[in-house]
């Protein structure tokens, strides 16, 4: 596609289902972030991936979050057992060239998860 | 310490005007980039400007420039001739050298143009 896609737009579920969230990133790039932005606050990083290297998730908040990614395709950010305070957009975004330091990031719409 | 800071949580201006959108970020690493973007309602990231810290000129995008004070650590952006579209979030971001996987972006600044 011509940009980033993310599914679903929204999601509704219940505190302690799972819930898994899908990103298609622009084709041939490389760098696919997630990020999570709560109401009205700034995009708080969760995860990259770079190829085929190690992600860093120095940002996933806690072990009932992961994200998957094969090669330079789609990924995937799973919540296990949500809570209300998991509520938010969280967006995917994805880069080429990420060795160059001008390189921006294209987001997709985001998915808006509300925990009831 | 917070990486960017973005002081202006909300703003308004009237339509035709400039305004001034400020930032200021945190680092010590010797290079850097610094990105803009815009958040309409719809919740689309748009990426607006960016300048490089070894960058000599301020960046310029039709609209859009970058007023950067490296001494400061500021990077302003600067709308000119606001129009109704330009309401929005705007958002400060930041990637280092030596951190280069990640992003950092301010808590952002909502942006309202008044007719």
């Known amino acids: 596609g011509a940009g980033v896609s993310q599914s679903p737009s929204n999601k509704v579920t219940e505190k302690g289902k799972d819930v898994e969230l899908r990103c298609d990133p622009i084709s041939g790039h490389t760098a696919l972030y997630w990020y999570r932005q709560r109401l009205g606050q700034g995009l708080e990083f969760l995860i990259y991936?770079?190829?085929?290297?190690?992600?860093?998730k120095s940002g996933l908040p806690s072990d009932r979050f992961s994200a998957e990614r094969t090669g330079e395709s789609v990924s995937t950010l799973t919540i296990q057992r949500t809570q209300q305070e998991d509520s938010a957009v969280y967006l995917c975004?994805?880069?080429?060239?990420?060795?160059?330091?001008?390189?921006?990031?294209?987001f997709g719409q985001g998915t808006r998860l509300t925990v009831v | 310490a917070q990486k960017i800071t973005q002081t202006q949580p909300g703003m308004f201006v009237q339509e035709k005007e400039a305004v001034t959108l400020d930032c200021t970020y945190d680092t010590s690493d010797p290079s850097y980039g610094l990105f803009w973007y815009k958040q309409p309602s719809s919740g689309e990231m748009i990426f607006l400007i960016y300048?490089?810290?070894?960058?000599?000129q301020n960046a310029t995008e039709g609209r859009y420039s970058l007023n950067f004070q490296k001494a400061r650590k500021s990077a302003n952006l600067v709308i000119s001739a606001s129009q109704l579209g330009d309401s929005a979030m705007y958002f400060c971001a930041m990637r280092e050298i030596y951190n280069f996987n990640k992003f950092y972006f301010g808590s952002g600044t909502k942006l309202n143009v008044k007719p």
């Open positions: 991936f770079q190829g085929n290297s190690a992600p860093d």
């Open positions: 975004a994805s880069s080429s060239l990420s060795g160059q330091m001008n390189t921006e990031a294209f």
């Open positions: 300048q490089g810290s070894y960058d000599q």
